[in-house]
C-alpha cells in the first residue's frame, strides 16, 4: 500500500501563487510515477502534471508554463508550484501515485487539497 498527503492548498487571488505538497510513504519504491490531478465541481477528474522515476513530465496544456511539478526523492515528496492562477485553476487537486504490475497498473491517492482563485 501507498499512502499519499496533501498540504499547501488555500485561497489565493487570480495572478497569485500557490505551492502543494505531497508526501508518500509506504510501499513507494514499486511506484513508477507521480502526478497531480484536480476536479472541479461538476466536472470530472484530470490530469494536471505527471513525473516520472526518471525525471520525465508532462502537462495539462491548460497548465503549462505556468505550473510546475517537481520531485524530492530523498524526502519521498511531490510539489506543484502554481503561478499565474486562474479562476478556472479552482477545484480539489488529488495527489496520484502509480505502481506498475503485470496486468496494468495501480493508482494510490490522497485525499485532497481544495485550491480557490477568486478575487
Known amino acids: 500500500q501507498v499512502q499519499l498527503v496533501e498540504s499547501g492548498g488555500g485561497l489565493v487571488q487570480p495572478g497569485g501563487s500557490l505551492r502543494l505538497s505531497c508526501a508518500a510513504s509506504?510501499?513507494?519504491?514499486?511506484?513508477?510515477?507521480m502526478g497531480w490531478h484536480r476536479q472541479a465541481p461538476g466536472k470530472e477528474r484530470e490530469l494536471v502534471a505527471r513525473i516520472t522515476s526518471g525525471g520525465n513530465t508532462n502537462y495539462a496544456d491548460s497548465v503549462k508554463g505556468r505550473f510546475t511539478i517537481s520531485k524530492d526523492n530523498a524526502k519521498n515528496m511531490v510539489f506543484l508550484q502554481m503561478n499565474i492562477l486562474k479562476p478556472e485553476d479552482t477545484g480539489v487537486y488529488y495527489c496520484?501515485?502509480?505502481?506498475?504490475?503485470?496486468?496494468?497498473?495501480?493508482?494510490?491517492w490522497g485525499q485532497g487539497t481544495q485550491v480557490t482563485v477568486s478575487s
Open positions: 496520484n501515485a502509480e505502481r506498475p504490475h503485470p496486468f496494468g497498473r495501480t493508482n494510490y
Open positions: 509506504g510501499s513507494i519504491s514499486s511506484i513508477n510515477a
